[in-house]
């Protein structure tokens, strides 16, 4: 029977313990005031009670109780109240502000709020998985904390709190599934753009001259370029044909800006350029015309600027033009190589009526061209250094014996070893002219 006595006992210690535990014993002056406090918290608590979607429409004075013992918390802004791997414990009732839960520290997805009278961290304490994302305190958020252990032994047996539980876990399900068939949209948006980038891609490669020898059964010379775009598609541009079987025209040009809109005025400027050239007038000529013809209906302020040039194949005259782009550097025989005397005039689309001034160079045998775009001299590493034209006449030097295609590879290969794996920032283009000669 003693044993039975002690056995009650202990009982009785246990729920005074937990008891103690939603409403702590305070004595002042010999006398408790344990009960004015429970009273208290329960005369505060009673308001927010019916804002709390997890207690929807549930009356019980059993329910005021246990949550008058539950702590509030202030938190700060940017505080964290769960993070990934970690384990919860609790519950948090939002009473005012409003809570972030972001997948990912990165912030590249679109953060879930929650907002006053909603709750988180309900899924952990039911399947005791660790947490999947961060929830991130906002400005003036207080929490009202449930711990796992009062919610599954006072809370969840209380009629209506099941049934409000498993509402909120519907809805965030619903919630889940529509943010997963908007990612989906998306994915297949951004796949259908992709394919029509690709695409695009393939038709602005076609314009442009390919194959090598770009010329095959003309030994008199040798053409040889290069395009790597930035982006999917470009602004850069290159081209070469024969006007006629004694005349080679070529030229090379880079647009304002990247992407889509660059890639149009692209095509735009190497029809115009193709149409002027195959009416046998001079490169200063046709960059006039071209430059009349790009400013029309140009509401978006594009330019591009442009070289071009004309050989004269059995004389070696090169007649040439510049429209605000870097001169090209022509290689002489143990001579090396050195700038192209420039012929300088502003970039094409920007003002009407604009004179051009001409420019002609004669070429020797052996003689090498080469044009190029400030993709390569404005290349940077990751130390933010460009590759400049200081670098680009070191990497060509004593190449002016070389063949076009040599030449154009081994300066790309000195940019990819520059650039140490650094994000490409500009369209890469290159051009370059082998004059043989006829024999």
């Known amino acids: 029977m003693n044993g039975t ?9 246990r729920r005074q313990q937990q008891a103690e535990v939603c409403f702590p014993l305070v004595l002042a002056d010999g006398v408790c005031i344990r009960e004015d406090r429970r009273r208290n918290s329960e005369r505060r608590c009673k308001p927010f009670i019916p804002e709390l979607l997890l207690f929807r429409n549930i009356h019980d004075e059993r329910l005021v109780r246990v949550l008058a013992g539950c702590p509030v918390r202030e938190c700060a802004e940017g505080e964290v109240l769960l993070a990934p791997g970690g384990i919860n414990h609790d519950i948090y009732l939002v009473l005012s502000g409003r809570l972030s839960v972001r997948i990912g520290a990165d912030g590249s997805a679109p953060p879930l709020s929650i907002e006053r009278g909603e709750c988180v961290g309900e899924l952990s304490i039911i399947d005791g998985k660790p947490v999947s994302a961060f929830v991130v305190a906002e400005h003036g958020c207080r929490v009202l904390v449930v711990s796992d252990l009062v919610f599954w032994s006072q809370i969840i047996s209380l009629p209506g709190v099941a049934r409000n539980l498993l509402t909120i876990l519907s809805e965030r399900m619903r919630q889940d599934n529509e943010i997963i ?50 982006k999917m598609i ?45 009416r046998d007038i001079p490169p200063h000529e046709i960059l ?15 330019f591009v600027t442009v070289f071009c040039g004309i ?64 993709g390569v001299t404005e290349a940077m590493n990751p130390q933010q250094e460009q590759f400049t034209e200081n670098r680009l006449r070191a990497s060509v030097a ?21 650039a140490q794996g650094a994000p490409q920032s500009d369209d890469i283009t290159m051009l370059a002219l082998k004059y043989r000669g006829r024999t």
């Open 288 to 302: 006039a015309r071209v430059n009349n013809l790009l400013c029309r209906n140009n509401d978006h302020g594009m």
């Open 311 to 374: 050989l004269d194949i059995p004389r070696g005259e090169l007649s040439y033009c510049i429209g605000g782009h870097d001169a090209p550097l022509i290689g002489r025989t143990a001579a090396g190589f050195v700038t192209i005397e420039s012929a300088a005039g502003p970039m094409l689309g920007a003002t009407h009526d604009v004179c051009y001034q001409p420019g002609s160079v004669a070429l020797q045998r052996g003689d090498m061209v080469l044009c190029y775009t400030d």
């Open 5 to 13: 006595i002690q056995e009650s006992g202990r009982k009785a210690e």
């Open 181 to 230: 068939i908007q990612n989906v949209k998306q994915r297949l948006h951004y796949e259908h753009i992709e394919k029509e980038l690709q695409t695009a891609r393939a038709i602005q490669a076609s314009m442009l001259p390919h194959g090598h020898p770009l010329f095959p059964g003309r030994d008199e010379f040798d053409v040889h370029a290069l395009m790597d775009p930035a």
């Open 234 to 278: 470009g602004g850069d541009f290159f081209d070469a044909f024969l006007i006629d079987d004694d005349k080679l025209f070529f030229a090379i040009g880079d647009v304002s800006g990247k992407g889509i809109p660059a890639a149009l005025f692209m095509v735009k400027t190497v029809t115009l350029l193709r149409m002027e050239a195959l």
């Open 398 to 418: 004593g190449m002016e014996g070389a063949e076009a295609a040599h030449l154009v590879r081994l300066l790309h290969a000195e940019l990819r070893a520059f």
